[in-house]
Every structure is written in structure tokens, then in C-alpha cells.
């Protein structure tokens, strides 16, 4: 079992809905991060959260520490927001990462 | 733009041979990472340093080296290429060491072993 569990691993949506990405770790954190990757390879740091909630435009990360579980919401979904969300704990000495998350919205 | 830069861009090279990738920090950045990206593994982190020192190793092969410079950049060099070792290499940079600093990551390096 991977220390970083995100689902779905795939999600086509249809623009305007509300989307929701999971993330589960198992390691202690001092933060989670999510991240986004769009097709050309570039990767752009979202959120970097370690208790409660951060809201950012459309983009709402959440995180429960009890029970390691975050999640990162998309509000009014646009075909612009199609890319691979990673989620990453940070541990002591570095980042594990999800698998990641292939978000496609069509219009 | 994150602020982080990578050269090269690209990198198409044969098996055995030697490349080395260079980073250069956002500007006040004391801390780079270095992470690799394939298609079966995702993304692995491999080695950070902190003003000139090593302060964390991950999945790094013996095969790959890192430093860090006086003036912050870092260069990855990767030697006795496989082909299992194509992929994207990020750097990323934080101000400081700890766990809960941001990490400003570059474009990358797509590396290509034929």
C-alpha cells in the first residue's frame, strides 16, 4: 500500500461541476501539499495546508489531521482546469507523493 | 513563472553516457530539491540541499550526483545512463529547510535515454 492514496485516478467531468479529489497518507505530515500538473509537464504548487481549509479562487483544499485525509474541491469547473492534481505529504525530510489525478472537464 | 530555472530542457542521449542537469533557486532561496518523474514510478523525490550541504536523500541511485554551489545552484549529474533512467527531473526551491516552506518547482528536464 502506497503511503500517498488519492482517487479517483481518473475524473471526466462536464464544465460547471463540482469536483472533488481525495488524498489519504499513512506517514506523520508537517503539511500537505497539492500540486498541478498540465499536459505540457509543468508542475505549480496549489496549496500547502497543515490544519483546517485554504480557498483560492475556485480551488478549496481541506484537510483532517485525525483522521489523514485532505481533499481539494473544484467550484464552476472550466475545461482551463483540465491537468494531473498530485497530493504530497511532507514528512521529515521530504515529499511522498500521490499518484496523481487525471481531472478532464469538457465543455 | 515560478522563478525556478532548469537547463536544458530537453536531453536525448545514449545509454552509458553522462548528462548533468542544472538549477538555479527562486532569488532568496536557500534550499533546492531534486525529483524525478517517470511513467511506472510518478514522482520520487531524490535529494535536497540546504545553503551548499546535503540535508535529506530519497530514492537516489549511486549512479546520480548532486551539489550545490556557493551561488545556490544545484546541479544533478546522472551517469552510466539506462534507458529506465528517461524522464522529467524537477528542482524545486524553498527559502528555508523545514517541512512547511513552499516549494517553488521549475520547468524541468525530459530526459531521454536511447
Known amino acids: 500500500k502506497n503511503e500517498v492514496e488519492q482517487s479517483p485516478q481518473n475524473l471526466t467531468a462536464q464544465e460547471g461541476e463540482f469536483i472533488t479529489i481525495n488524498c489519504s497518507y499513512s506517514?506523520?505530515?508537517?503539511?500537505l501539499h497539492w500540486l498541478q500538473q498540465h499536459p505540457g509537464g509543468g508542475i505549480v504548487s496549489l496549496f500547502m495546508?497543515?490544519?483546517g481549509k485554504k480557498k483560492h479562487g475556485r480551488l478549496i483544499a481541506t484537510i483532517n489531521i485525525q483522521e489523514k485525509h485532505s481533499s481539494l474541491h473544484i467550484t464552476a469547473s472550466h475545461p482551463r482546469d483540465s491537468a494531473v492534481y498530485i497530493c504530497?505529504?511532507?514528512?521529515?525530510?521530504?515529499?511522498?507523493f500521490g499518484q496523481g489525478t487525471r481531472l478532464t472537464i469538457n465543455p | 513563472d515560478s522563478g525556478v530555472t532548469q537547463t536544458p530542457k530537453h536531453l536525448i542521449t545514449a545509454t552509458g553516457q553522462r548528462v548533468t542537469l542544472r538549477c538555479s533557486p527562486r532569488?532568496?532561496?536557500?534550499?533546492v530539491y531534486w525529483y524525478q518523474q517517470s511513467l511506472d514510478q510518478g514522482l520520487q523525490f531524490l535529494i535536497q540541499y540546504y545553503n551548499g550541504e546535503e540535508r535529506a536523500k530519497g530514492n537516489i541511485l549511486e549512479r546520480f550526483s548532486a551539489q550545490q554551489f556557493p551561488d545556490l545552484h544545484s546541479e544533478l549529474n546522472l551517469s552510466s545512463l539506462e534507458l529506465g533512467d528517461s524522464a522529467l527531473y524537477f528542482c524545486a526551491s524553498s527559502v528555508e529547510a523545514g517541512g512547511t516552506y513552499e516549494q517553488y518547482f521549475g520547468p524541468g528536464t525530459r530526459l531521454t535515454v536511447t
Open positions: 495546508l497543515s490544519s
Open positions: 506517514v506523520g505530515i508537517s503539511a
Open positions: 532569488s532568496g532561496d536557500l534550499s
Open positions: 504530497a505529504a511532507q514528512g521529515a525530510q521530504k515529499l511522498v
